[in-house]
């Protein structure tokens, strides 16, 4: 029995590999785009109850009413829409050259009209980014005293052409990509004529207290005094995600002897 055994695993060796090319063949076919369903989804849908606009689909790319979601690739590949990169995939119900029903990210359905008004066209030629948090130089001053000692403590927000990109859902449950715009916020501490304290802060100065994840997709928003004790001087830093319902809010200290340090805020 022995000497048949090499041939066995000869056998069985081959089998896998017959199993494994036609497995990556029907990962291929999967694969080829549905150039029939791409080509009925080109146009402005709006939402069959409100008539809102949704998104308009022009060859490879699919754009949003919205000045923050930025235009993402889109394909149909078998029964699924797959939209930006990696792909988010929505399950297509039912698609014709007027008619769009899939699934969202929530798993609820979408029922999309085709549209051919002009003005339903128009509102995709108004995008224009929009600063998220400030779109001028934005100074504070505050006079504080310590100790009898006076102080002065100056922050500027500084906007950036920064962008910052965001992956979220939209109302419709659809992934989109938006685009805000980063801060650099300089702070400065002076003791009369005397500087205790002068930097630009960036959001990575955080790094030790944010999640890469959120840290990459947040940007600077806001730092303010607040007061001052026997630490320091205070600042309420907020990094988050425009329009998002979360945020971090820290403490950055200022020392006397000019050194920063950055807690969480209780």
């Keep these: 029995m022995k000497k048949f055994r090499p041939l066995l695993l000869a ?4 089998a896998s590999l017959l199993t494994a090319c036609q497995q990556k063949k029907e990962a291929t076919v999967r694969a080829v785009e549905n150039t029939k369903a791409k080509l009925m989804l080109q146009g402005v849908w709006v939402d069959s109850e409100t008539m809102e606009v949704n998104f ?32 988010s995939s929505y399950p297509i ?7 769009l029903v899939f699934k969202n990210q ?15 066209k128009l509102v995709f030629k108004k995008r224009q980014p929009v600063l998220a948090v400030v779109n001028h ?12 000692e ?37 702070i400065s501490v002076y003791h009369g004529a005397d500087k205790v304290f002068s930097s630009d802060m960036t959001k990575q100065n955080y790094a030790k207290k944010v999640p890469a994840d959120f840290l990459n997709q947040s940007i ?3 730092i303010r005094f607040t007061h ?15 329009a998002a319902t979360t945020s971090y809010v820290l403490d950055t200290i200022v020392s006397f002897d000019g050194k920063k340090s950055v807690r969480e805020l209780k």
């Design 11 to 14: 056998v069985l060796a081959l």
């Design 56 to 87: 308009m689909v022009k060859g490879d790319t699919i754009f949003y009413p919205d000045s923050t979601s930025q235009p993402a690739k889109i394909s149909v590949v078998g029964d699924s829409i797959l939209i930006g990169e990696p792909p």
């Design 93 to 99: 119900v039912r698609l014709s050259d007027n008619v």
């Design 106 to 120: 929530n798993g609820e359905e979408l029922r999309l009209n085709k549209s051919n008004s002009i003005d339903d």
């Design 137 to 148: 130089v934005l100074k504070r001053d505050s006079v504080v005293t310590f100790a009898d």
């Design 150 to 186: 006076r102080y002065h403590c100056y922050v500027t927000v500084n906007p950036t052409k920064f962008k910052v990109l965001s992956r979220s859902l939209n109302d419709d449950g659809v992934v989109v990509e938006n685009v805000y715009y980063d801060n650099i916020i300089h």
């Design 220 to 222: 600077l928003g806001d």
């Design 228 to 242: 001052v004790d026997k630490e320091g001087f205070h600042f309420e830093t907020i990094i988050g995600i425009p």
